[in-house]
């Protein structure tokens, strides 16, 4: 018997595509047609903290490496805490860095253990020259933006990525750049830029995360992608274009807070938040929005 409910159906058809979503295939598909980079547009460095973040993360890396030709350089802390994983997890992001067109680097110490807020205390030698390694990798890449997860982030090697990428910078005195500063497991208190995605973007980025196979198998994250995005729509429309405004006219979106980096300090970029749509498309219009 059909429900009374208008909403019902709606409810209905998104929990099926999600349940028809499982059987569709991890990674092996065509790729997108390779970008031109442009030497002269921002280098993107993304610090993820796990390998499948850097899909998380890459929303507006994306754009700006397809739109404005930035070459987008994705960075692996950690590679998980499971050592009978991180093999097989190293495959995994070659193969989703490769699929989507992000360059992959990998620390000199191919990267770091036991990464968390205690790890200072723990093994503060450790600490000390993982601070330095990660110093001189951002010194020697020089990236216009550095993508890193926020203050507040929850997990406890998004948070430790958070506290050792901000001593790594204060060890670069002459250093310049723009801190884009991320969210997944916790919401930022204060993001101020909600950056759209087409579908196109949304549908690739998926794909290029469900190359992580093996985490994407426990837990489907992948396809609960765009509702996340969806969810960060609505709660930029408030947060980020003020409260009780008209919410922007696009489906998806993400949360980024964006600071400038300069000599050892840290500053503030705007007044008001901003909003990043597909209506800005060209190189210049998108850049000097970002300024």
């Known amino acids: 018997m059909d429900s009374p409910n208008p909403y019902s159906h709606y409810i209905k058809n998104i929990a099926q595509m999600f349940h028809d979503g499982l059987s569709l295939p991890l990674g092996g598909m065509p790729r997108p047609k390779a970008v031109k980079i442009v030497p002269s ?3 993107i460095l993304i610090l993820a903290p796990h390998p499948d973040d850097e899909c998380v993360m890459g929303p507006l890396p994306l754009r700006l490496m397809r739109e404005a030709g ?3 350089i994705n960075l692996p802390i950690t590679f998980g805490s499971n050592p009978e994983r991180k093999i097989k997890r190293k495959e995994e992001l070659q193969a989703a860095c490769q699929w989507i067109g992000f360059k992959l680097e990998t620390m000199e110490c191919g990267g770091l253990e036991n990464l968390n807020p205690e790890s200072k205390e723990k093994d ?11 110093a001189q990798t951002i010194r020697r890449i020089k990236p216009d933006m550095l993508f890193f997860p926020n203050a507040t982030d929850w997990n406890r090697t998004h948070l430790g990525v958070h506290i050792i990428v901000k001593k790594a910078l204060s060890e670069l005195d002459t250093f310049s750049t723009t ?4 969210e997944f ?7 101020n830029l909600l950056v759209e ?9 998926v794909a290029a995360l469900s190359h992580h196979k093996g985490e994407v198998q426990r837990n489907p994250f992948h ?8 969810d960060n729509v609505r709660r930029g429309a408030e947060v980020v274009g003020g409260q009780g405004g008209l919410a922007p006219e696009f489906d998806f979106g993400t949360l980024y807070k964006l600071t400038r980096w300069e000599n050892g300090k840290q500053y503030r970029l705007w007044k008001k938040g901003k909003i990043l749509a597909h209506s800005l498309k060209n190189e210049s219009e998108i850049l ?4």
């Open 288 to 291: 000097s929005h970002l300024q």
């Open 70 to 72: 930035s070459q987008v």
């Open 223 to 230: 396809l609960r992608l765009p509702a996340w995005m969806q």
């Open 124 to 134: 503060p030698a450790y600490w000390n020259k993982a601070v330095s390694e990660l």
């Open 197 to 205: 995605s087409s579908t196109e973007e949304v549908a690739d980025l």
């Open 41 to 43: 547009a921002p280098k």
């Open 179 to 182: 801190l884009v500063e991320t």
């Open 185 to 191: 497991w916790g919401q930022m208190n204060n993001p």
